[in-house]
């Protein structure tokens, strides 16, 4: 059965650093990997989506990496802001398998 | 645009009731998706769609049906509702199997 795990769990850093999310998946298969923000109450927003064929994505501050053969995909946001505080879900597999999602704080 | 557009935003209902969940997206999308997310949980897909007549099982089905009439529209239907199924649904849509998901912001539902 196919498992996403996110960590951390939490994250609060202070506004203007750079910081890494992750993203691992039990399932090798090739498939896409989408990176998506939910605010609280709200539904979720695409950032990013790597193709199965793809190492990696980039919009803006976010840039994202696939690497299959080791079941991990990574968020780097660069300079963070207070209005990038949401919760960040990351989805992959046959049957769209998300991760339960990095909370994500960033304080002015 | 709309998007997608989910009705109602809140509902309760009590046990052993049944209840559809409306879901409509104005972007002419092929494939559309219906997730629950219990609190802190990731989502999990309950049924989809690849087009209007043809539909297929996620992970958690049990307990809900779909149909899908028309490209627009992928109503989600409880029949006898229980307490296990008090979670936020999410619809989606996406043009394709490989193309970034669009989402409603959600219906929350609550089974006393």
């Known amino acids: ?29 090739i498939y896409n990997l989408q990176w998506f923000r ?16 793809q190492r990696e994505q980039t919009s803006g501050r976010l840039n994202a990496s696939l690497d299959k053969s080791s079941g991990r995909s990574t968020l780097y946001i660069a300079a ?29 | 645009n709309a998007g997608v557009t989910q009705t109602p935003k809140f509902r309760i209902l009590k046990i052993g009731q049944s209840m559809t969940l409306q879901c409509t997206q104005d972007m002419n999308h092929n494939y559309m998706y219906w997730y629950r997310q219990d609190p802190g949980m990731g989502l999990k897909l309950i049924y989809y769609s690849v087009g209007a007549g ?3 099982k996620g992970e958690v089905p049990n307990g809900y049906n779909v149909s899908r009439s028309t490209t627009e529209d992928f109503p989600l239907r409880l029949e006898l509702a229980a307490p296990s199924q008090t979670s936020v649904y999410f619809c989606a849509s996406s043009e394709g199997g490989g193309q970034p998901q669009h989402f409603g912001d959600g219906t929350r539902l609550s089974i006393l």
């Open chain 1, 38 to 53: 939910q605010d609280p109450g709200k539904g979720l927003t695409s950032l990013l989506l790597i193709q199965s064929s």
């Open chain 1, 80 to 108: 963070s802001q207070p209005g990038d505080s949401a919760t960040y879900l990351c989805c992959y597999g046959q049957n769209f398998v998300f991760g339960p999602g990095t909370r994500l704080s960033v304080l002015p």
């Open chain 2, 54 to 56: 043809i539909t297929d």
């Open chain 1, 1 to 29: 059965k196919q498992e996403v795990t996110q960590i951390p769990a939490a994250l609060s850093v202070p506004e203007g650093e750079n910081l890494v999310l992750n993203c691992s998946f039990t399932d090798s298969a």
